[in-house]
């Protein structure tokens, strides 16, 4: 069974960083990209950052600049690193596997909430 398993998240001050983890199992890891997603309170989930098998990233321009997306393929983990954390990042922040010509179901963890305060 594919799971998806995220950690990292917590409370930060405006300004500060984060490094959020996702470990996966049940899929060929190296074959899939991966994504992460996140949804604050009264607004519709997004597209953070994502990544290909083949190491070429994508990011909403809300935090290009800011936001890093990486895998390790020996771990089977996908990070994503914040720096300059903004009030408006606070959100559930999502790991998951993107669908893909083999498998075209889309898997998701249960998230890793974010809070961005003083």
């Known amino acids: 069974q594919v799971q998806l398993v995220e950690s990292g998240g917590g409370l930060v001050q405006p300004g500060g960083s984060l490094r959020l983890s996702c470990l996966a199992s049940?899929?060929?890891?190296?074959?899939?990209?991966m994504g992460w997603y996140r949804q604050a309170p009264g607004k519709e989930r997004e597209l953070v950052a994502d990544?290909?098998?083949?190491?070429?990233?994508n990011y909403a321009d809300s935090v290009k600049g800011r936001f890093t997306i990486s895998r390790d393929n020996a771990k089977n983990t996908v990070y994503l690193q914040m720096n300059s954390l903004k009030p408006e990042d606070t959100a559930v922040y999502y790991c998951?596997?993107?669908?893909?010509?083999?498998?075209?179901?889309?898997?998701w963890g249960k998230g890793t909430l974010v809070t961005v305060s003083p």
């Open positions: 998951s596997v993107k669908p893909s010509v083999g498998d075209s179901r889309a898997y």
């Open positions: 049940g899929i060929i890891f190296r074959f899939n990209a």
């Open positions: 990544i290909t098998s083949g190491r070429s990233t």
